[in-house]
């Protein structure tokens, strides 16, 4: 019998679909053995259904010692490097989105030429510095390295953002009166929400995760951002509780997630990706 | 930066190059007004200074000298030494040899080839497929570095889901994390960063008008022709943007591998980047773990620059 176009269009649909589906699988494995090990008081290194579901080891981690203060830490680091990043980036994005110059090119490019540097690998030179200016070790040494770590590539993002904002409104601003700075803040980030949203999410995203720059600039273990003490505390240690660290892992991923899913869904997937690398 | 989730949501997303140089500026504008127009600039520009392009200077600096962490009155300049010894040193040869074998088998072949291979899939299959696959394969790349790998690390262990699986099958296990740690790691980086190509490629394909697709359909072109003689030329391009970050957020994956294997065993997965650690601070010589930084720093800027090119071809 002669396959109709449509019925070749089912078949492929279902093979499509069944590739996907195993590549899935396969990608949910490690995803399963956390979710299941945190309900497990008896969890091992396989994925296993759990032989009574229990809150036991969310309840056992949920400790100052090993969630409370290393939350409260990333909070505050994340948090002020993610302030700092936001607010210079929408200034200097300001003047380079508004104002003609000769040096917004040669700027730009070296912005978008610092967004793809290894910073992994000046992270020793960086602690050499600390060290010599007395930073090392301190909160705002490591929000300040955090936000210039991330700035080229919030400055970039911001600037195209700012772009899609059409100048008319704020010409009308200007003439009543209006500052720039004015006009910045009044008009210009609150047309330009989405993409301020998408800067600050993906900011703090970045930083949340981030294991190498805490690790090598802060010492004390009171000061440590969840990064580093859950590797501390469970790499350590001689016996490791799998269900407690499965369920702090859950604990300290929750709200980048739920983050991202708040941004993904209000800029439609691939959010800034759909423009970016495109040829 | 770093990862993205630090291979993660990696940099330079960037969105387009930017405009053509200004026309003359207008003459009624005079300099101060300019100097006042550039004044929101500053905050960044300082931080970016001192804290990025000060070590970055820094680094270029110690790289030269026998900088180490203690015991020692004052660094001396030691010109190319350290760059010398780096070639001389197995050590650091082996760092290279793992980290060319970590970039090109997670980065080139696992997540790129992966994540195309997903985004041509994604847009045949039915829409709750879609959608679950991608959330999966997103959670991957958004979870911390450091959750990734603990996850990995149970995934490969010896008691881990890997070899219980293989058992179930019948097939021979073994202790992934000792036998063949660099494979592991390097699974576990495209488990983590395939995302990124994944997003980059279904943006890339859905570009692509359906028209064209479709005319060589009716010529009697199959899957694999069409794919070879007619998408991968038309994304040619993004293919060439999502090589060059992969790359990049490759060379620089440091926390995973830490809390996988902390390198090891004895330097068999022991990247560049966990060299430079080792060198610098379990062995005190911050001069030669920086010399290290500095290579890995040139090679870094070298793709910035490519694909910078990249970037500029499009306009």
Known sequence: ?279 | MTTAPATGPGPGLAQRPAPAPAPPAPSHRTRPRRLLQALPLTPAVVLLLLFLAGPIAYCAFIAFTDLQLTGQAEESFIGFENFTTAFGDEAFLNAVWLTLVFTVVSALIGQNTLGLALAALMRRASKPVRTLVGGIVITAWVLPEVVAGFLLYAFFRREGTLNALLDWLHLPSQNWLFTLPILAVSFANVWRGTAFSMLVYSAALGEIPKEVTEAAEVDGAGGWRRMWHITLPMIRRSIGTNLMLITLQTLSVFGLIWVMTRGGPGGKSQTLPLFMYEEAFQKSMIGYGTAVALLLLVVGSLFSVIYLRLLRTEV
């Open chain 1, 1 to 279: 019998m002669p396959r109709t176009p449509s019925s070749r269009r089912t078949t492929r649909r279902l093979a499509a679909d069944a590739g996907l589906l195993l590549v899935a699988a396969a990608f949910s494995l490690p995803l399963l053995w956390v979710v299941l090990s945190s309900l497990d008081t008896d969890a091992n290194l396989q994925v296993k259904l759990p032989d009574g579901v229990t809150l036991d080891n969310f309840d056992a981690v949920l400790t100052p010692d090993i969630t409370f203060t290393p939350l409260l830490n990333s909070l505050l680091l994340c948090g002020g490097g993610t302030a700092l990043t936001v607010a210079c980036a929408a200034l200097a994005a300001y003047p380079l989105s508004r104002f003609r110059s000769r040096l917004n090119r040669p700027f730009l490019l070296t912005i978008l030429f610092a967004t793809s540097l290894p910073i992994t690998a000046i992270m020793v030179p960086v602690y050499a510095l600390f060290v010599q200016i007395n930073l090392i070790d301190t909160l705002q040494g490591t929000v300040f390295f955090f936000a210039a770590s991330q700035l080229p590539f919030a400055i970039w993002l911001m600037k195209n953002f700012m772009d899609g904002v059409p100048k008319e409104l704020e010409e009308a601003a200007w003439t009543d009166g209006a500052s720039s700075l004015q006009s910045l803040v009044r008009i210009v980030l609150p047309l330009m929400g989405p993409g301020v949203a998408v800067v600050t999410v993906f900011s703090f995203v970045m930083m949340w995760g981030n294991f190498f720059v805490p690790f090598m600039l802060l010492l004390t273990p009171d000061q440590m951002p969840a990064a580093v003490s859950i590797n501390e505390f469970f790499g350590n240690r001689g016996t490791v509780v799998y269900g407690q660290l499965a369920a702090f892992s859950i604990i300290y991923s929750t709200p980048v997630i739920l983050l991202y899913v708040l941004v993904a869904r209000r800029l439609g997937g691939g959010f800034a990706l759909g423009g970016a690398v495109k040829g």
